[in-house]
């Protein structure tokens, strides 16, 4: 990861055809349904799956520019950005279109298993939801530092609760995602450490050295976000229907122009260097 920004106020770049979200979609929906090709060992009567076969069937190997953390319930909205930027070149690794498996992959493991010699059920439902979810968050983390910039979709369902103090939100996930990106060492891509100069960018030498009648509770997550600057939806859908007159070639033109045009690399690395100072 190299730089970072929360994108809020967002309406769309473009009309998708429904097939269009569906197969971008589709095309993260890896074969999990036969655990028997991931058994890596057997000792007594116990089979122990191979977690990194699971996460490289998860999680695409190919290289991406954006990640782009959402709620899942913005799922149609993320994939529409990620399909408008595709036209552009530019590659978006839409979270929800993995974390969506993990719960089919609980239910499978859970079908297809007993619990443990002295496991109770629910006790094995814990045991095996934690090491899914251990297994996508350590994943979610390598896509994190493989792309170079992270944008966190801010929408009234990925941050439903705001005060002057925190902002909150109910996805774990978010929570995580963000969490990580503030504390990653930065990352400058290749493509950028073989120009002969770079954006002028204050202090960055320096820096990139089961249900029971009762009340429900829901955890809330306070989210960390102060080291990505706000870009407005609407200056965001200028800088993208503004490229047909530019007529770039490369996916990383593109990058840098929306670098510049919306101001984040010398907000970004300011935001990151004030945080610092505070901590």
Excluded at 93 to 117: A, K, M, N, Y
Excluded at 142 to 160: D, G, H, N, Y
Excluded at 175 to 188: G, H, K, P, R, T
Excluded at 242 to 252: R, S, V, W
Aim: net charge negative.
């Amino acid at each position: 990861m190299f730089i970072g920004f929360e994108l809020t106020d967002y309406q769309g770049l473009t009309r998708q055809d429904h097939l269009d979200v569906w197969s971008f979609s589709a095309l993260n929906d890896a074969n999990i349904y036969d655990l028997a090709k991931y058994v890596a060992s057997t000792s007594h009567t116990i089979q122990h799956l191979d977690a990194e076969k699971i996460s490289a069937s998860l999680f695409p190997r190919s290289d991406y520019d954006i990640f782009l953390s959402h709620s899942h319930a913005d799922q149609s909205k993320a994939i529409e950005l990620a399909l408008s930027l595709k036209d552009k070149g530019i590659r978006v690794f839409v979270d929800s279109c993995v974390w969506g498996h993990s719960e089919r992959l609980i239910e499978l493991i859970l079908e297809q298993s007993s619990p443990l010699e002295n496991e109770t059920r629910d006790s094995q439902i814990v045991r095996v939801s934690a090491a899914v979810h251990t297994l996508l968050s350590a994943a979610i983390h390598q896509m994190i530092w493989r792309t170079e910039a992270f944008v966190f979709l801010r929408t009234e369902k990925s941050v439903p609760f705001e005060n002057d103090v925190s902002d909150r939100t109910l996805s774990p996930w978010i929570y995580a995602e963000l969490q990580f990106s503030a504390q990653i060492q930065q990352v400058l891509p290749l493509r950028l450490k073989n120009k002969k100069s770079l954006p002028s960018v204050a202090g960055f030498e320096s820096y990139m050295t089961e249900s029971k009648q009762l009340q429900p509770y829901e955890m809330a997550f306070r989210i960390s976000k102060e080291h990505l600057p706000s870009v407005k939806g609407t200056d965001f859908s200028k800088w993208y229907h503004d490229l047909a007159a530019k007529k770039f070639t490369d996916p990383g033109e593109v990058l840098d122009d929306l670098y510049a045009t919306c101001h984040i690399i010398n907000r970004y690395y300011k935001h990151k260097i004030d945080n610092l100072a505070l901590q």
